[in-house]
């Protein structure tokens, strides 16, 4: 009796292993033809509110004959290898075939500063990089898929915006007369120095005397405005005298404080992506015995970017 009962246990383990064995071989046959899902298509678009977030939407495709749980989906925003945002989801379940899927991302705005020094260090140019990791758990199997992506590519012109050529008359009334003292005949801008806290631009301006007396020019001073919000100053060295017809070149170097740039940053996406730039001059300009308050150079426009522009 005792031998027929280990017997029957025996051939009960038996058909176990084997019942098990074939689960197993089942299993790993099924793991082994698994395909990952791949992305199809990616957009993106701001969400502005209390705060600003990057709204990632994909079209993901499960070529799989079974549906697949995503454990975990991080994705990150890139400018020029600096990461500007991240976010993720948690226990998402792909159907099979295509499946759209939303993940807001956090917009860092304390990372702008380390990317403005990078998009001026690189000609004023800034690849835009999605990256999405996928954790997908498949009965005891895990496996991670990671994907980067270059999204758009971005080009600005700051220096050309705070630039101009053609000439513009200073103008003051003399005994009642409007008479023209000076001349700017251009003023023309370029990159210097820039490093995380501060960025310098140097600037070559042209001045022309059409008098026949000496003019002098005194504290000739500017600010530097993007949308509304004071960016930077600048000057010049020295105080200037131009003879009767003479022209002068001469330079001045505009100081930008980088901790302003997340602030404009965020207001330039606050207003759609756009921003108005403006220069705003102050000088003294002494001509015989009287001194008169002007404003050499007065530049104002609008630029716009378009950062999240492409889908993949």
Known sequence: MKIWKEYNIMKIWQIAIAIFSIIAIILLSVFSSFSYPYVEKVSA????????????????????????????????????????????????VLQRGENNLSVDLFLDTNKIQKWWTKHIKNGERSDVIVEYMAMA????????????????????????????????????????????????????????????NITIINSSIQLYNPNGEEIGIENFTYNVFLNGIKLGEGWLADNITLAPYATVNTY????????????WFESHLRNGETTLYEIRSYAKLLYGDSAYFIQPIEISGNFSTNFLEKVL
């Open 252 to 263: 001045c170097y505009t100081r930008i404080q980088n901790e302003e740039i997340p602030d």
């Open 45 to 92: 678009d701001w969400v502005v509110d209390d705060n600003i977030n990057i709204r990632i939407k994909a079209v993901v495709e499960n070529p799989n004959f079974f549906s697949i749980k995503i454990a975990t989906l991080i994705c990150k925003v890139f400018l020029n290898d600096i990461e500007i945002a991240e976010g993720l989801d948690k226990n998402i």
């Open 137 to 196: 758990n498949f009965f005891f199997f895990n496996k991670t898929s990671k994907t980067r992506k270059l999204y758009s590519t971005i080009t600005t012109d700051f220096t050309q915006k705070l630039s101009f050529n053609k000439t513009k008359a200073i103008n003051v009334s003399l005994n009642g007369i409007e008479t023209t003292l000076l001349f700017v005949n251009k003023f023309e801008s370029k990159w210097q120095y820039v490093d995380e």
